[in-house]
Structure formats: C-alpha cells, structure tokens
C-alpha cells in the first residue's frame, strides 16, 4: 500500500514508510513527429499519490494507458511552450475527463500564452506560465524557467522539499519519544524525562531531490543554472554533434550539448530525451554525450525511473 | 508496379493490370475514449494511387505509420461529425506535413462546420461538408449523406465508376486491335476489315464497387437508404442490443442495429467498428449482430480489408 500522507509519515519515525513512490515515466520520447516507436512529447511524474503531466503531445492519453500511468487521476500539466507537438493530446485528454465522469477531480493547467482550452471543461483551472513558482506543495514545488527556443518556452524544475531525519537511537536514548517528535520540528526543543533535547543534537535534514525537464531549449546559460545540482535532468536532444548549425538555427541542443549542460550544472544523472525521428538508432547520440557526461541514458516510451 | 492511371489501363486491354490495389485499413477502432488495443476513430481507403481518410481521430498520423499506409501521400480526408474524438489528429498531421516538406502535396479536407484550421496550410483545401458529391475522380466518387448523431452528422458513400469489359476472344475474331477499342467505346461501334462492330457486342459492363461508412450514427432509414446495395458497409456499433435505451438517447447504434440496417440495405458485408471501450473483448456484439447478418466481422487496428 502506498501511504496516502506521506508528510504525515515522514514527519512520525514510528511508522515504517514502506512504500515511496517517486517514479518518472517517460510517455512519449520523440521529437517533432511520432515514430512507430516514439510518442509524442510527454512524461509523467508520480510522486507519492499525486501525478504530474510535463508535456501533453498527441496520443498522450493513449500513452497514460499503455503504461499503466494513473490515467484519470493526474493532478496538474505542465506545457513547456506552444508547439503543437507539445500540447496537442491536452485536447483529447480534457474531453475524455469531460466523457467519463459527471464531475471529473480537479486538474491544474499550466500553460504558454498561445495554448487555450475552451470553456467545457469546468474541473480545469488555468493558469499562464511565467518565471515563478508554479505548484507549491507540503512536499515538493514545480517552477518554471524561461528558456530559448520559441516565445514563452520554459524548463521546469520540480523540487522535493527538505526532511528532518531523526536519529531515532539516540533521541530515545534522551528520552524521546510519541508526540515528542512533532514538537522538536515546531519549536526546535523539547522537554523530556531527562531533560531538554534540541532538535540539532537528535536529527539531520536530508535534503530534496531536484529533476529538471528542459522541455525544448538551446543549449544555454538558463539551463546551466536551472539544472544546478539537479539528481536528474531529463533534457532534450534533438540533434547529434554533426548538426550542431541546424540545433543552433532551430534553438535545439545536440546530445553533445546536453550532456555539456549536465557536467556543467553538476547533475548527478541525465536522461535525454526528444530525439528526433532520424535516429532511428540513436546509439551515437547515447555516444557523443557519454563523451562528456558518462551518466547518460537515452529515454525510450514507457521507460520508468524510480528515484 | 501499381499502375499510375488505372483509367488508361482499364481502357487498353492489350495490358495486363497486374495489380489494382483497393485496400481498406482500420487505423482506430475505438468509440469516444482509445483503449490500449483501439485508437481513435479513423479509416484508410487506398484505391489504386489514391488514398484517402475517413475520420482522423488523436495520433492517427501515428497510426498510419503503424501501419504502413502510405504516410505523408494522403490526398483527402473527410470527417464524418464534429466531435472532437473523430478529428483531433488531423492537426497533428497538418501539422506533420508543414514541417516535414516545403512544399507538401496538395490535400483535400471535407470538414463539417464547427471543425476548423489554422490557415498557416496552405497545400490544404477545405470544403465544407454537404449533402452532395464531394470528391468526383474518373474511376470513382465520394458523397456525404446526413445521419442522425450530432449537428452536421455524415455518412459517406464511396463508389467506383462501372468499367467496360471486353469480351476479348470475340472483339478480335471480329477484326479489332489496337486503338479501336478506344474507339468503340467513344462512338458506340467501329470498322474493322470484316465490318461494323457494335459496343453491346463485344463488351460488358462491370458495375462498380460501393462501399459506406456511418461515421457516428444512429439506425435509421437514412443510413439503410445510403447502403442499399454496398459491396461493404461499415458501420458503428458503439454499444450491444442490451444497451438500446442508451445507444438511442446518444444517436448510436448497437451491433444488432448495424447488422439489421445491413440486411435491410442488402449489403454483401458488414465491419463493425466504433467499439465502445467497455467491450474489452468484443465477441459479444459479434455474435448478436451475426443472428441478423451472417457476413459480419468485427474491426481491429490495423485490419486490412482488400477488395
């Protein structure tokens, strides 16, 4: 069973936390057009009992499906900027919400000026991307960061919060313990049968895990920064190192590029993503970013991380 | 080799048309929402170089991918009604032609009001649905009749132009060659050195081929009138005879309605397609529409029908 409150949990060293989801589904991994075996832009991420869409290509909703993604239960979608490969299966995703259900949960939209949803689809809120804070919640936030490819394209960094870890061993041998723990995170101390613990002396703060997705970007300073650190960046490469003039035209990266911008930003991991339907094979892509930055994976449709 | 002018070949006997493809494929079987197994409604018709849509709903171009019809070559596409779930994919596709070409080969878009598109295509010409002839070439013609469903609710009738077949054992005992059989079928008769030869006497007439596809419709007289005499009908049945009430609240039909409208039209064979997920397996409504209508099948992505 998945706990259903996992700040409840985090926050009560009493309870075992068995289950954590926190799992990146890539549901669509191709770039401009589909191939037989590439979806249309889109990845899900599941984190504890909420689901969040970055990206809604065509045939997103089919994808959701197919890889057994909580179809019906995402939470909020995020759309990178206004092209249409990134945005078009929304469409078919709100009017199946609107089909199947008399009142459908609550969806957060956030979307580039240029993207519009009509008016049917009363269970949606929208909200116009900008540089900010988009999503705050107890246990993690989502913001967005402009970068360049076409007007209003933005990377989205989802950000877990941080958790105070208790060394249980030893804020029992103090004298700790119930309602104890929730009380030394409110005020800092806590009075027990053998006197005053501090919350420094009996616990340390792991800190949150950062993913960044860079939706379309040229390679770039923004992204450099944005991914700072990240243990995941999940970046597009829509190019190899040959066409390095066309990913500047087109304001795309290479593999080379995002594996540049990974060593850079001192990411622990990257995955590429967005390749184009002229690699059939994209072995030297996996290659030339492996070059620079060993930690390299090229997505595929349905590859799952758990993180 | 398919030939690139049927016509010139079905007029000229002295070549052998060794092949002459007409050729339906099921891209999406599905009923308002895909299932893993069934895609969204959409249907592929390949006669001779020709080839056309019916329907084209979310991750169609995909689909044709799938499925090896001919990608990229489609030369019009008809959308039977304006819901979003029959026509979603087409601007995937548009969108797919703009950028994969300079200058992509012309297409034909019958759309039916409500349905419109960017005016930033423009190799594509829309013609707005009505009860007529929609699409006349010389070997066959496409016509859209109105159903009940929603507003602006089409079924279409593909007919093949009849062809003139020569009894050719006779034709030549009687003096012909050559480009008297152009001639003949010009004036009615030629001379030949043994004298007048009439048409009636050495030909026959091949009837053409029909075939119609509901779209989203509901059983009525319309539908029977449009298919009287089809070598294939196709035809919705969204829900089996246990599901009549709701199939009539909603303009749909079920199997048993299908396989009645079939009968009463004296088609040769009827498909049933627009399966409603529900059916996850669909055997069900297979067997009640063949207690009407023996010569009955069912369609699944990527069924391949050759006439």
């Excluded at 094979?281 to 492996?290: D, G």
């Excluded at 930690?295 to 758990?306: C, H, L, R, W």
């Amino acid at each position: 069973m998945h706990g259903k409150n996992p700040k409840r949990m985090a926050n009560n060293p009493s309870r075992i936390h068995i289950f954590f989801m926190f799992q990146i589904t890539f549901l669509g991994t191709s770039g401009g057009t589909p191939t037989v075996e590439r979806g249309m832009p889109a990845l899900a991420l599941k984190y504890e009992s909420d689901l969040l869409l970055f990206d809604c290509g065509e045939g997103t909703q089919r994808q959701l499906m197919r890889y057994k993604v909580g179809y019906g239960s995402v939470d909020a979608i995020f759309i990178s900027h206004p092209h249409l490969d990134h945005y078009l299966g929304l469409f078919g995703y709100l009017e199946t919400l609107r089909l199947s259900s008399p009142s459908p949960r609550h969806l957060d939209l956030f979307l580039p000026r240029g993207v519009e949803i009509a008016d049917r689809y009363p269970f949606a809120t929208v909200a116009q991307l900008k540089k900010k804070d988009l999503l705050k919640k107890p246990d993690y936030e989502v913001s967005a960061i402009p970068v360049k490819h076409c007007r209003d394209s933005f990377c989205f960094i989802f950000r877990e919060a941080d958790r105070i870890k208790f060394h249980e061993e030893k804020a029992h041998s103090l004298g700790m313990s119930g309602t104890m723990f929730k009380e030394i995170q409110k005020k800092g101390k806590v009075k027990t049968g053998t006197g005053e613990v501090l919350l420094s002396d009996v616990s340390w703060v792991k800190p949150g895990r950062k993913i960044v997705y860079s939706g379309d970007s040229a390679a770039g300073e923004e992204i450099i920064e944005a991914a700072q650190g990240a243990d995941l960046l999940i970046h597009e490469a829509t190019f190899d190192k040959a066409r390095k003039t066309e990913a500047l035209e087109r304001l795309h990266s290479t593999a080379e590029d995002a594996a540049g911008i990974a060593k850079r930003a001192g990411v622990k991991r990257l995955i590429l993503t967005h390749i184009s339907p002229r690699y059939s094979e994209p072995s030297a892509l996996l290659e030339e970013a492996r070059a620079v930055f060993p930690e390299t994976e090229i997505a595929f449709d349905g590859m799952k991380v758990d993180l």
